[in-house]
């Protein structure tokens, strides 16, 4: 991407513009959650060989393209005693009585990636067209495949009639690719089971149902336009939810609410200080990520492994580039493991409904010997305060940081998630309360990645609601829109969401066809990015692909983030005579650095 790049947009919605082909100056669009799979790998530290550092390839820009959106009204039924059957399978009939509907009521239940769905509050007695077909075998061998028509190109809803006395798992395949599973219901009533947002192109395509674990009924497939990708918006505000934040924290939040839906910004994870990924982005790609991303992770009580970490940061922000955090945190405990599974403690035992955010240590210390606070409780509130040191090293530095704290809270393998929503959110708003009043870190725009209704926090205390995203190679990644949708539905339109961890970056293009621009994505590292040579993978996305991503006018890197933001490619160290009561601000991309580290103790206290 170009400054001068240009990618018009004919329509005012999303799903009601013509085709983009060429390039352009971007204008922003206007106007059942699915269960994410997770694989997270734990930082590991890589050989010491640096990568060399050769220039890159350069590659042209890739504009913006899919194929061009029309929007038609449809509801076609397809009977699946119509469908291609696997051998096998059987038809069963009941014939419907006179002047009997023989359909499902056009409530539907949700079907998401990961197989959750809901009940619709009617059901279908008997099926659709006297048939259906049944004799699914338990071991997937076995499924239906319809032949559509699509009129137009364009999003679908696809719903399934269906009737189980089980929970099933089903795949569904489109033209040979799996795009989606869900589970059936388990009560014997015949049941719609939608997809929502599936694109199809004008004229055949055969979408295939293919039932993993056990028999089922199978009425019909209905074919709808879809409505809903439509309803997702892009008009966050970007303030932030720290009142009192500095202006390098503002300058940078303000910059990803005005290219919020008109880019997405590229991520990647560096393993550790050497930036070893990111030097093989830029060989394979030419171009750098925008955003460094890193796992900070303490060992026990020990913070050390931290402060290389942040030196390079620092570093990366000095270069122009945006700097993303999250915390490895062990649990203060004899044995501090980030896995609930490895460790004895339990957030539960820590929390208390002592105010604590703004005591000194002093004070803690002195409620811990008096036996009101368990050793749990104490042992948090000095890893908190130890890591404030390090954050508040790079406030000092002038580096904003989009920072993501207590991770995948919705699942239990982490020690922060295993006690319940009550102990995540206790620990998320102390936390938050003692680094912006106490500490004032200023610097910190809060990244919530609880990825449930159920464990979301006050949207007065994150800026950025985001999801991690892993999916096996062998699957089609495109955009995720149906986690994009789900997320916006749970935090609302004012605030911006992102795509946290992944195995494998976006496709692009997909996300503007499909309506779901994240924000940023940030690419996990070791096997997503690299082989056992330490050259790029193909395991997870061809390089081809990855080169496509780099180069399209729909992403932002590092070069590009420089010039948008007013800098130039290397700023200036500044003067270590100055002063670091306040962060040093620009209006370029970054920051001066101070060479000094910042050590911290577990006696950390702000002045």
């Known amino acids: 991407m170009k400054l001068n790049k240009i990618i018009s947009i004919a329509a005012a919605a999303m799903f009601a513009m013509t085709a983009i082909t060429g390039c352009g100056n971007k204008t922003k669009k206007s106007d059942s959650s699915s269960d994410i799979v997770i694989e997270e790998v734990e930082p590991t530290e890589t050989d010491d060989s640096s990568s060399s550092e050769t220039s890159a390839e350069t590659f042209p820009d890739y504009p913006i393209s899919y194929p061009e959106i029309e929007k038609k009204r449809t509801g076609d039924i397809y009977e699946a005693e119509d469908a291609k059957l696997s051998m096998g399978l059987v038809i069963d009939g009941t014939p419907l009585d006179e002047n009997e509907e023989g359909s499902v009521s056009e409530e539907t239940t949700a079907a998401s990636e990961s197989g959750n769905s809901s009940e619709s509050d009617e059901k279908k007695p008997k099926y659709s067209g006297g048939c259906c077909v049944t004799g699914f075998k338990p071991d997937g061998s076995t499924s239906v495949t319809f032949e559509v028509e699509a009129p137009s190109n364009q999003h679908y809803d696809l719903a399934f009639s269906i009737s189980s ?17 869900f589970k059936t219901m388990n009560d014997g009533e015949f049941t719609l089971i939608t997809l929502y947002g599936v694109f199809l192109v004008k004229g055949k395509s ?24 439509s309803s997702i918006r892009y008009d ?32 990647q994870y560096a393993s550790n200080e050497k930036n070893e990924e990111l030097e093989l982005v830029y060989r394979t790609t030419g171009k750098y990520p925008a955003i460094r991303f890193s796992a900070m992770h303490t060992s026990g009580t020990s913070f050390d492994s931290t402060f290389k970490d942040i030196d390079a940061c620092a570093e990366w922000h000095r270069k122009g580039g945006i700097v993303g955090l999250m915390w490895y945190w062990e649990a203060p405990s004899k044995k501090p493991s980030v896995y609930a599974k490895d460790t004895d403690f339990k957030l539960s035992e820590a929390v208390t409904d002592t105010e604590l955010a703004m005591l000194t240590q002093e004070e803690i210390r002195g409620l811990y010997g008096e036996g009101k606070i368990s050793e749990q409780c104490y042992g948090v509130m000095l890893d908190i305060d130890n890591m404030a040191g390090q954050l508040m090293s790079l406030k000092n530095k002038g580096v904003p940081v989009l920072w993501r704290p207590l991770h995948e809270s919705y699942g239990d393998w982490f020690w922060w998630g295993a006690s319940g929503v009550d102990a995540y959110k206790w620990l998320w708003n102390l936390m938050y309360k003692r680094y912006t009043e106490y500490f004032e870190l200023d610097n910190l725009i809060w990244v919530w990645n609880g990825q449930s209704e159920s464990t979301l926090v006050d949207k007065n205390t994150f800026d950025i609601a985001s999801l991690d995203i892993y999916m096996q190679p062998d699957k089609d990644y495109g955009s995720r829109y149906e986690q994009f949708l789900a997320l916006q539905k749970i935090v609302g339109k004012e605030k911006l969401i992102a795509l946290s961890e992944c195995s494998v970056v976006p496709d692009i293009d997909a996300s503007f066809r499909d309506n779901a621009v994240w924000s940023f994505f940030g690419l996990w590292y070791g096997k997503y990015l690299r082989n056992d040579e330490n050259e790029f993978a193909e395991t997870y996305i061809s390089r081809d692909n990855f080169i496509h991503v780099y180069n399209s006018d729909g992403a932002i890197t590092l070069d590009e983030l420089i010039k948008l933001r007013g800098g130039e490619e290397l700023i200036p160290e500044y003067d270590p005579s100055e002063t670091t009561d306040s962060p040093k601000t620009t209006t370029s991309a970054a920051a001066s650095e101070s060479n000094e580290n910042t050590e911290t103790t577990a006696n950390t206290e702000a002045e």
């Not at 006395?165 to 599973?181: M, P, Q, W």
């Not at 303030?239 to 009192?244: C, F, G, S």
């Open 206 to 229: 055969e979408i295939e149902l293919r039932p993993e674990n056990g028999n089922l009924k199978l009425d019909y497939l209905k074919l709808a336009n879809n409505t809903s990708l």
């Open 165 to 181: 006395e089980r929970l099933v798992d089903c795949r569904v395949a489109l033209n040979g690719t799996e795009i989606s599973k």
């Open 236 to 267: 966050a505000e970007g303030d932030l939810a720290n009142k009192e934040a500095g202006e390098s924290a503002k300058e940078l939040m303000t910059f990803l609410t005005e290219n919020y839906g008109k880019y997405t910004l590229t991520g």
